[in-house]
């Protein structure tokens, strides 16, 4: 805990020595949250929340992130040399959370990316959130003194200790707009719990993403029809995807093979099962 005390003072001295000079920064936090209602036991994953210096950030699982920032890599240094050989990393990851999110401050759209094989479906949301600032003393949090505000998102009543000497309006998943930024979060059901872990001074791209990828824009009914569809068979995907020119594989199968998509679907589902306790049980964007 001490490392990630020392470099938050660090931080907190470049904005104070020169706040007009915004740089790009990354903050991780666990994410950690009940499968079921019923459940005692938390899943836990870390995720990457980078805020850059146009008042838009992105947030994803921390694997998913580190994906997505090589293949950007890899994409921008072929075509500076077009003479090598593009070869792109494996899309597969152990993430869990899957979905990235794309937040700007100023217009207060929210973007929501899945990748799924070859498509990544991309929805968008004009989102206000109406927090309620709280008066009442709060413990202080790695050092920080810290402020109590409340939310109402996603059928949802939510919990949120932001500290303005970080002076980032932004938070993990689609929170942000307080005062500051948002170093401890839970629902009062306590399903779901963001805790900071990190915060570093350093530049990311993530243009490059999704490179490769078909993408699909949906509307927010569109999409959860989809959605619905794909939990109870995962590898409908696969559906005509092939044709005379191109045939998908996986692991050197063809996707249509029986073998491929029961295995595909188990794989799906055992990832899926792990969020029947969603994080918006009604979800916020209609």
């Not at 050989?85 to 993430?95: E, H, I, Q």
């Not at 170093?183 to 963001?194: H, I, N, P, S, V």
């Not at 350093?202 to 959605?227: A, C, G, P, V």
């Not at 569809?229 to 092939?242: E, G, R, T």
Request: charged share 25%.
């Amino acid at each position: 805990m001490k490392k990630l005390i020392y470099k938050t003072i660090l931080i907190l001295f470049v904005f104070i020595a020169n706040p007009l000079v915004f740089s790009q920064y990354k903050v991780i936090y666990e994410m950690k949250w009940k499968s079921n209602k019923k459940d005692t036991i938390y899943n836990k994953e870390l995720c990457a929340l980078v805020i850059n210096t146009d008042y838009t950030a992105s947030f994803q699982s921390l694997e998913n992130f580190k994906r997505d920032s090589l293949q950007t890599v890899i994409v921008t240094n072929y075509f500076k040399n077009e003479n090598n050989d593009l070869r792109l990393p494996d899309d597969r990851t152990n993430a869990n959370f899957t979905t990235l999110i794309v937040k700007n401050r100023i217009s207060g759209k929210i973007s929501s990316e899945e990748k799924l094989f070859t498509n990544v479906y991309i929805t968008n949301c004009d989102q206000s959130l109406k927090w309620e600032l709280l008066n009442e003393d709060s413990p202080n949090f790695f050092g920080y003194s810290v402020r109590k505000a409340k939310l109402s998102f996603g059928g949802r009543n939510w919990i949120a200790f932001y500290t303005s000497e970080i002076p980032f309006q932004e938070g993990p998943y689609k929170f942000g707009g307080l005062p500051g930024l948002i170093l401890k979060m839970y629902d009062d059901a306590e399903d779901y719990f963001f805790e900071i872990k990190a915060i570093t001074k350093e530049t990311n791209n993530l243009e490059q993403r999704n490179f490769s990828y078909n993408k699909i824009n949906l509307t927010h009914r569109k999409w959860m029809d989809f959605w619905e569809k794909y939990n109870v068979q995962p590898s409908m995907i696969f559906a005509n995807l092939n044709t005379e020119e191109t045939t998908f594989v996986i692991d050197g199968q063809d996707v249509n093979n029986k073998n491929v998509k029961e295995s595909y679907d188990k794989r799906e589902k055992e990832r899926l099962s792990k969020f029947e306790n969603p994080i918006e049980p009604i979800p916020a964007c209609n």
